[in-house]
Structures are given as structure tokens and as C-alpha cells.
């Protein structure tokens, strides 16, 4: 039986966190030490995990970072850690979980901002993400192999200064 359901940092039970740390091990090799390092330095108490059960096993996850853009007071939600464990790729289980954040960026009113690779941006277009030129944001310490894309705005114009 799957589960998908969203929790704040701050509501994440221990072996939650511990799951994650695990399922992105799988896929970026750290190790688990370094990525526990990761998320105590970089993920907030008010982020939103995406956590995607099948029998009481993670096997899809995303982080939606609350952020603001630097010297406004528009928050957005900065997509990170997309992961679906290999063995359940391919079956429409990134697709329910591109959803799912599509829909919680939606209901807070938020705009959805994404770095990825040139070879993953048709993935993302698939769910109504745009591409944003690089003349339109700055993102700190973004590696300049990333494409930007966006997500939940209608402005063509505006110059995003994201931290």
C-alpha cells in the first residue's frame, strides 16, 4: 500500500529523518555521516518532506525549502532532493510526487523555484515548470552546469534574487 504525505522539519520523528538520510545515500554517495551534516546545516524547522511510502518503505522523497528572496518579502519554495528509488523508477512514482509538490506550492501561494541539469529539464516541464534564464535570478554558490526553472508565477519580467 503507498502513503504520500508532508511534514515540517520540526515534526519529522527521528527514524523519519534517518530514512531520508538512508534513501538519499542511495543516490548521492556521501556517506551518511556527511549527510546528516548536510541536513542539520542547510534544512529549516518550517521545510516541507515529501515522503513516499510503499509497505512501510521509502521510496520517494523531496524537500521543498521555504526561502525568501533577498530584499523583498516574497518566501518561496526552492525544490531539492527529488528521489525515487531505482527499483520503483519509471512507474509513475516521480509523476505522483511532481504533483504533490506542485499542489503544496499552489495552496501556500508560494512560487517554486528548481535547480537542475539541461538533461532533466523535460522531466520538469512535464509539470508545468518553466525555464528561467540565467539573466533573471541569482542564486548563491549556484554551480553554472544548472539550469534555473520556475514554477506558480505569472511575471515574465521580474529579476529573482534568490539565497
Known sequence: MNSLFSKQTQKLKKNEIKKIIILKNSFWKFNIKSQKEWFKKNVKKNDLHNLLFFN????????LRLRKIKKTKIFYFLLDTMIVKKEFRK??????????????????????????????????????????????????????????????????KIFYDFN
Open 56 to 63: 512501510d518503505k521509502l521510496i520517494g522523497y523531496t524537500l
Open 91 to 156: 512507474k509513475s512514482y516521480g509523476k505522483l510526487l511532481m504533483e504533490f509538490n506542485n499542489h503544496l506550492i499552489s495552496l501556500n501561494n508560494k512560487i517554486g523555484f528548481l535547480i537542475c541539469r539541461k538533461r532533466e529539464t523535460n522531466f520538469y516541464k512535464k509539470f508545468q515548470w518553466k525555464n528561467l534564464s540565467k539573466k533573471r535570478y541569482n542564486l548563491d554558490n549556484l554551480k553554472t552546469y544548472q539550469h534555473g526553472m520556475i514554477f506558480n508565477t505569472k511575471s515574465k
